[in-house]
């Protein structure tokens, strides 16, 4: 239902198998089990960032596997570990804070943050025991100080409950409530990533010390636990089906969530944008409006609310909320959709020295590049315009109206063959873009080429001017 996320999958399976290995290293020694464990693991943090945690529970692997702890064996061998950790750990914070993906519209206070994440830890908890009422995201509770307030009683108690724990001889239990607590650390929001303060998605992998925890709790024998877990496989996979028709497409998915949560400006603002891009203008406006009324702060909702006004030919409007979006959080998407923005009201200095603020940190930006080629193109300065076309295509070759744009400055320049190959390129990316033939065609009469056949594709694909040309060279 849901590939993008697949990377949970394949990061558990790596951690897993990273487990496995370093549990038969610590119980028979051999160090080729150390070596295949290292390689486990950093093929699950390649996998996903959240792997960086497995060096943790390898000292908990030690607690629960060895009867006598030593510094070398707690320390030493957890070394190669902890580097890999550390350097993908650092690079991941750099990589989100520089594409946004660390998000200041939730950044609290750091006594807040402890408090939500002791409340993330009893909502995972109520959703592992009594799965109703999912949702694709969790958002922040409505009653912040409520909130915070559980969040620190939940605290309390685990740490009073791992005290005893530990004192205890209840190794196991232990093992699997911190094997729960340490992989969820990355995504309890001490760190603002994304946009929700829960999902289930977060979940898969920690479960299954509470899954430990709760065997030792009530043991069962192996029969009865075959027939528990095709129970389980039964039920929750039927439920787990029905539920699977919430996501048909992402209108039925993001209403599902508005349903549960009215008041999330991240899912009225996501179904909003949805509505856009099936072009249903009111409904994505009444949902945008929404969001940004929930939270006026919320730079994306004005991003795209803007969006929608430079679609329906408000640029006035548009460019309000994109000055309003860039004022929140210099949003690199914002400059460039106000540069272009500018291009079409014709204002080329404002549309290039917004389009030259985004690549100064991104000097691939296709659509930064793109709104110079076009502006420089209108100025007539073609020699520039061309140098960002040819940039703009080294960036994305898949995209037909960019072939279609630099084929057409070749034309200007006179440059027919140059012209005609860029062509040939967009209509093998799209064979039904008309205005491609219709110039190809253009082009034609002008090297002394039959034009017949692209103008008359042309206008078989709807291009009507294409139908002049052909009475005059075709008859």
Known sequence: AWVSAKNNLVYSVFFLLGLIQYSKFILEGNKKQYVYALLFF????LSKPSAICFPLVLFLLDYLLKSK??????????????????????????????????????????????????????????????????????PYPQNKTVSI???????????????KLYKSSSKIIFFGLLFFIVN??????????????????YMYLPIIGISVALLSIFPVKENQLK???????????????????????????????????????????SLGAEYMLN???????????????????????????????????????????????????????AYVARANAYYILKDFPKAISDAEA?????????????????????????????????????????????????????????QFQMCLQDLDACTNIDANYAEAYYWKGVVKVNMKQNPCADLRRALDLGFTAAQQPLQTYCR
Request: with cysteine; proline share 3%.
């Open 358 to 414: 985004v690549l100064k940190t991104d000097v691939n930006n296709p659509k930064a590049n793109y709104v110079l080629a076009t502006c420089y193109d209108d100025l007539n300065q073609l020699d520039k315009a061309l140098g960002y076309y040819n940039k703009v295509i080294s960036i994305n070759a898949e995209s037909p109206l960019y072939f279609m744009r630099r084929a057409i400055l070749y034309g200007k320049m006179q």
């Open 227 to 269: 027939i528990l877990g095709i129970g389980i496989i039964l039920v929750f996979g039927s439920l787990t089906f029905m539920r699977a028709s919430v996501w048909k497409n992402s209108i039925s998915l993001y209403s599902d969530i508005i349903k549960k949560y009215p008041h999330s400006f991240v899912a009225l603002n």
């Open 69 to 138: 702890l030593d510094f070398k064996s707690l320390f030493i061998n957890k070394i190669p570990f902890i580097i890999v950790a550390a350097i993908l750990g650092f690079a991941t914070i750099y990589t989100r804070t520089e594409d946004k993906f660390i998000n200041q519209n939730h950044a609290y206070a750091i006594h807040e943050r402890i408090g939500y994440a002791g409340y993330a830890i009893l909502q995972y908890i109520y959703k592992f025991f009594i799965p109703m009422d999912l949702s694709v995201i969790y």
């Open 184 to 201: 969820l650390l990355l995504v309890l929001q001490f760190i603002p990533f994304g946009e929700v303060l829960t999902a289930d998605r």
């Open 149 to 163: 307030i559980i969040g620190y009683v939940v605290i309390a108690l685990l740490i009073v409950g791992i005290y």
């Open 279 to 333: 072009k249903n203008y009111d409904m994505s406006l009444r949902y945008l409006n929404a969001a940004i009324n929930e939270n006026t702060e919320y730079y994306k909702g004005y991003y795209n609310r803007g969006l929608l006004y430079a679609q329906t030919d408000r640029m006035k409007n548009a460019l309000r909320d994109f000055d309003k979006a860039i004022a929140l959080n210099q949003y690199p998407k």
């Open 42 to 45: 950093i093929l699950s943090v």
